[in-house]
């Protein structure tokens, strides 16, 4: 599981993390339906403090500073380098976001400061879930909340399904991943959701389902989008789609525009 973590902080601060940042603008366009119900679901008042894990680009970070205001603060936390780059280059003089290159399951955080634990796609990664959200709920003030959004399981999300069926029979069988591994659907599960932000100290925890849908693939005809989408799954990474939402939060799931859709799930807790 280690091994897995240096992995991960390898390859988004090298070419992952570059072609994210090359396509940075499309895909948060493709992703803000399921950040901005996370956002609801935490409902960030002004003067907050929020901490935003795996804050990518910064997105999530800067819409929670404009609810915030100019007496709150946001500090976004990534693994990569460029990602965090590019979300300091794309914030205004006058934000109240600051953004750390940091691995937030682990890292020194102040104890007792934030009012809001917060994710877009960011707590599925962890080698040490239960871990993971213990340390960083001693950062949250007494009586603060989680809200994050998760993928449902691979199943659920048919810009996964029906490209993985298309190709059954036409590339050798892979064994099936452990669903618990750390990656994008290892939160797909909300029983075991549950279990980990229970574990972790946080209590009323509530889960729900999110479906929407997001432009997956652009172009004038259908075979266009179509043809688009494939040469950014292969230029980005593997796909994503559904979604889950956790403590006193929900999460939202995604469908692209030229094929199924995507769905997530939100929980939320304390």
Not at 34 to 48: L, R
Not at 132 to 145: D, E, K, S, T, V
Not at 161 to 189: H, N, Q, Y
Not at 222 to 244: F, Q
Request: proline letters at 9%; a negative charge.
């Amino acid at each position: 599981m280690a091994q897995y973590n240096a992995d991960q902080v390898a390859d988004w601060n090298d070419q992952n993390g570059e072609r994210w940042v090359a396509h940075q603008a499309r895909l948060d366009a493709m992703l803000a339906v399921f950040g901005q119900a996370a956002i609801e679901a935490a409902a960030p008042a002004a003067g907050e403090r929020a901490l935003d894990v795996g804050c990518g680009a910064g997105a999530s970070s800067l819409a929670l500073a404009a609810r915030v205001g100019p007496g709150g603060q946001v500090l976004g936390v990534d693994i990569s380098e460029p990602l965090i780059g590019r979300a300091r280059a794309l914030a205004p003089q006058d934000t109240p976001a600051l953004f750390q290159v940091a691995d937030t399951g682990s890292a020194e955080l102040p104890e007792g400061t934030f009012d809001i634990l917060f994710s877009r796609f960011g707590v599925m990664f962890f080698d040490d879930p239960i871990g993971a959200f213990a340390h960083m709920r001693r950062a949250l003030q007494p009586g603060g909340r989680v809200a994050f959004v998760c993928w449902r399981g691979a199943a659920e999300n048919d810009w996964m399904r029906l490209p993985m069926g298309a190709i059954k029979g036409i590339v050798p069988p892979t064994a099936a991943p452990d669903p618990e591994a750390p990656g994008p659907f290892s939160f797909g599960d909300r029983g075991r959701v549950a279990r980990i932000l229970t574990a972790a100290g946080f209590t009323d925890i509530a889960i729900a389902p999110f479906d929407a849908s997001v432009p997956f693939g652009e172009g004038a005809t259908r075979d266009a989008a179509i043809d688009d989408a494939v040469e950014m799954t292969l230029e980005v990474g593997r796909c994503r789609a559904r979604s889950l939402i956790s403590p006193t939060t929900s999460a939202p799931a995604s469908r692209p525009r030229f094929v199924p859709p995507s769905r997530t799930s939100p929980a939320s807790g304390r």
